[in-house]
């Protein structure tokens, strides 16, 4: 099993802390986002990391990991940074977003998952989400979940709290056909865009797809994502207003109902 971290942004929201380093070198209680991840990665076993940097690339020098660069990442988005790995896209890989720290029994219950595609889902989200933003709704996607527990939309704008069932936190697991149709779809979504337009999100070109467009379009092409749900136990860094909420938290000692260690 190995994994791919996207760290490719700017991490405008977060300036200054972001003026002079990538967003994952940014600290938290100590240690950089960066550092969070990969102690967590190394301690379950898995040491076969790729970092996809883009901003401030050379200030990310970490001993037996490996890099690679997104050097487009000024015009790019999250999918095709994750693309400038897709060597590293092999029978289990994990993939996760560059901003987030989470809790050893999230990533376990990921690697544990036997589905092809497993996406993390925060039942609770609504607790972090209500200390971060004065109307959570400003910053949440749809997440639809049936009752098996497939991932039937997300990503989408919302109006209504009801369509959100949990929060995609930015950790996934592609592996054997999920592999398989990750880079096939992607291919097709590509060579469909063409064509100008945008299968994956017609409100953006290609290369600025998210994340989540791509995951959506797998839903569509009759592919199953599996939710695997936790409650709390991780954090997203996405802003100054984050760093401050969270190093509060951290000096009241409230901050172990959503993330501890």
């Not at 791919?4 to 994952?24: D, F, H, M, S």
């Not at 040491?47 to 690679?68: A, C, P, R």
């Not at 988005?77 to 790995?85: A, D, I, P, V």
């Amino acid at each position: 099993m190995n994994v791919i971290i996207l760290a490719a942004g700017k991490g405008e929201r977060l300036r200054p802390l972001t003026q002079t380093q990538p967003k994952c070198l940014v600290k938290l209680f100590g240690k950089s986002l960066l550092d969070w991840q990969i102690e967590t990665f190394q301690n379950i076993g898995i040491n076969d990391i790729t970092v996809i940097t883009g901003y401030k690339s050379e200030s990310i020098q970490l001993s037996n990991i490996k890099k690679i660069t997104n050097n487009r990442f000024e015009s790019t988005n999250m999918l095709e940074t994750l693309f400038c790995g897709q060597n590293e896209l092999k029978d289990q890989t994990i993939v996760s977003y560059g901003d987030i720290i989470f809790e050893e029994r999230v990533l376990k219950k990921l690697v544990d998952s036997k589905h092809e595609i497993s996406i993390i889902t925060d039942e609770k989200w609504h607790d972090l989400w209500k200390l971060r933003f004065d109307n959570p709704l400003n910053d949440a996607e749809s997440l639809k979940i049936n009752e098996d527990s497939d991932i039937i939309d997300i990503g989408q704008p919302v109006s209504n709290i009801s369509d959100i069932q949990g929060q995609f936190i930015g950790l996934m697991k592609f592996q054997n056909n999920g592999v398989t149709n990750l880079k096939k779809y992607y291919k097709k979504a590509k060579e469909l865009s063409k064509n100008n337009i945008n299968p994956l999100n017609s409100n953006v070109n290609f290369e600025n797809s998210y994340m989540t467009d791509i995951l959506n379009y797998l839903i569509t092409e009759g592919c199953k994502l599996k939710a695997i749900k936790i409650q709390n136990g991780w954090l997203e860094l996405d802003s100054f207003n984050d760093y401050e909420l969270y190093h509060n938290l951290y000096e009241r000692k409230n901050l172990k109902n959503l993330f501890s260690f």
